[in-house]
Structure formats: structure tokens, C-alpha cells
DNA sequence: TTTATATAAGACCAATAAGGTCTCATTTGT
DNA sequence: ACAAATGAGACCTTATTGGTCTTATATAAA
């Protein structure tokens, strides 16, 4: 029951880029170095970052990363779920085939209001809020009042 | 992120036996039949809930488990952590070593938050409320007003 | 236009954890 | 004594995690 290293890497990866600002090209292996995450391994979670439009990725020579959206507008829990998929706690949840009377289950009514209530409070932590405190791999970024505050989406 | 299926049998187990009534005395064999749990594997769960004093075990022919606490006393928290350990969703809560700011990490606030309204919703769901209402593997069974509510642990 | 630098995509591999079984010992009712 | 039940832990199998490797492709700069 913990959300995964990839999980925490990719955090950590927004969390860098936001630091650095929205449209900032930021090469992969500065990232990794600042980071603590393994060179490769970022670039699989790259992509998968990629593909919920939170990055743009350009290859070549001076290639990296740049985060396509602003930073109070990206809350935590889409840059867990770009990862580990959206978060379930329990499989009665997801896959009604596990229980013989999932629908009408007391104990499932009970996962899906904890569920519920830990996605919306991540939903409610946006990247420029963590940015305004200290955090691992990152000193404190003065961030302008416009920009702080609850995401939007 | 999500409760293992030792946890989930666990909570249908404790569930089964509450419904019988503290006290009262349930062939293994019974338990896992009607709650779909794999015989040789409950013997292994119950053995955890019995480390924890929430039920007993007693060997032996005419041998099985029973409920040491009112249903109305245990939470389905105390039962799930029985199983899985103390839930923390990430890393950096538990072992320090894993970030380099732990302790003062704005990311690391978020997840002791979550994890602990987590917790505490858990911790507010009685196996007596739980028996109030319809449930898998279980009839809702009508319990005295006295018992249903909160659990005071 | 060649070369060096950087990422893409996906196969692949190693380590860990989950899920479950088996064996042998022990306990207890009859 | 014997049958019926569980205990404790070793053991096995599968799934997930965490990560690397290989080959291909894109781009900046010489
Ligand atoms: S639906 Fe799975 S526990 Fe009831
Ligand atoms: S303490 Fe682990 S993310 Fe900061």
C-alpha cells in the first residue's frame, strides 16, 4: 500500500521543472543528477509524462524536457495517476469480479470514500504550493501571489 | 497502492465472526468456505489476528477461531494494519533514508496528511456499523442499538 | 554532410513482494 | 490411543517493481 519509486521519481522530475519554470528546456541527465533518479529509468517515466501532455520531449543533441503547463495548474495527484494509474486502494473498486456482492458492499463503500477522499487531497496540492516550501533536492522558490494557490483542473 | 488480498480476507474474516458474536467458537474450514479465502492461507492470516488478541485460536478436533472483542470495538483500521503493518503510502514517511530533506520536505507533508485521514477514517468504521448493512459474503444482520457506532478504540 | 550528442521505444533482466501450499509437530475431544 | 483440528515455518509460484540494454531516430554543431 505505497505509492511506487516511479511514482516519486516522477514528482520529483515536475517538481524539478516547475522549480525551473514552465517552457524551461531541461536536459535529462541534469534532471537525473539533481533529482537522485536513475538516468534511464527517468527517461521510461519521461515518456509516460509525455503522454498525459505534462512534458514535451525534443530528442537530439541539446535535447530534455520542458513542462507544457504551469505549475499551479498541475496538482499532485495527475502526476502520481500519469504513473501508477488511477489510484484504486483496493481491487473490489476496480473489478467487480473479486467480491460475490461488489456494488452492495458496505466494506467497499467504506474504500471508495477513503479513496476518495485521498485523491481529492491530492488533487488539491498544486506543484507551485510545494514549490513556495522547502522540499528534498529543491531550496524554496519565491513564487509571484498570481501563481500560487489551489490548481484549477 | 493498494491493500493486499491478505488484507482483504483479514477484513472479510473478522466480518464473518462478528456477525457470529464475540465469544463464539468457528471451525476454520466454515470461515473459509463462506468467505472464498483459501483454507491453508487464512490459517496463516488468523495467526496474525491472533498475535494482535483480536481473535483466538484454540487447537485441537472441535478447534477454531474466536472473536475476543465486540465488533463494535474494532475498526476495520486495526485489522487491515494487523495484516499489512502501519500503513504510510510512501517511503519517505517511514525510513528517512530514502530523500535527502526528509522531515523537511514539502512533498513528504502531503503524504503524512493523506496517510493520516486515511487512517482516521478507517479507524472510525466499526465491524458493527460494517454488520448494519448488506455486505459480501454476509446478510445484514440487525444489531442492538447499543452496539452499533463508533468504535472507542 | 558528417559526426557527436541526445532521446525513443520497447525488449529484456534482476530483485522483491504477494499469494499460496506443504510438511511436520502439537493440541484436544472422544 | 486415535482422529480431527490448528501451529509454525519452510517452500514454491507468480506478479510487480525497478531498472538496464539495444537499436533507431532526431538535431545541433563542426
Ligand atoms: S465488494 Fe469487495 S469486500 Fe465487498
Ligand atoms: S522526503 Fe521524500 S519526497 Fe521529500
Same mark, same amino acid.
Request: aromatic share 4%.
Given at each position: 500500500m505505497r505509492l511506487t519509486?516511479?511514482? @516519486?521519481? &516522477?514528482?520529483?522530475?515536475?517538481l524539478y521543472l516547475s522549480a525551473k519554470g514552465k517552457g524551461t528546456l531541461i536536459g535529462r541527465k541534469e534532471i537525473a543528477e539533481h533529482c537522485d533518479i536513475? !538516468? #534511464?529509468?527517468? &527517461? #521510461? +517515466? &519521461?515518456?509516460q509524462l509525455a503522454r498525459v501532455k505534462l512534458i514535451e520531449i525534443s530528442q537530439g543533441a541539446r535535447g530534455g524536457y520542458v513542462l507544457k503547463r %504551469?505549475?499551479? !495548474?498541475?496538482?499532485?495527484? @495527475?502526476?502520481? %495517476?500519469? +504513473?501508477?494509474? @488511477?489510484?484504486a486502494l483496493n481491487d473490489c473498486v476496480t473489478s467487480s469480479a473479486v467480491c460475490r456482492a461488489s456494488g452492495n458492499c458496505a466494506v467497499n463503500r467504506v474504500w471508495i470514500k477513503v479513496r476518495n477522499q485521498l485523491r481529492d487531497t491530492l488533487a488539491g496540492v498544486s506543484f507551485a504550493e510545494l514549490l513556495t516550501e522547502d522540499s528534498c533536492f529543491l531550496a524554496p522558490v519565491s513564487v509571484p501571489l498570481d501563481f500560487r494557490g #489551489?490548481?484549477?483542473r
Open positions: 519509486r516511479a511514482g @516519486e521519481y &516522477a514528482v520529483r522530475c515536475v536513475p !538516468d #534511464k529509468f527517468l &527517461a #521510461k +517515466i &519521461a515518456q %504551469e505549475p499551479r !495548474d498541475i496538482s499532485l495527484l @495527475e502526476v502520481v %495517476e500519469a +504513473i501508477i494509474g @488511477e489510484i #489551489k490548481p484549477k
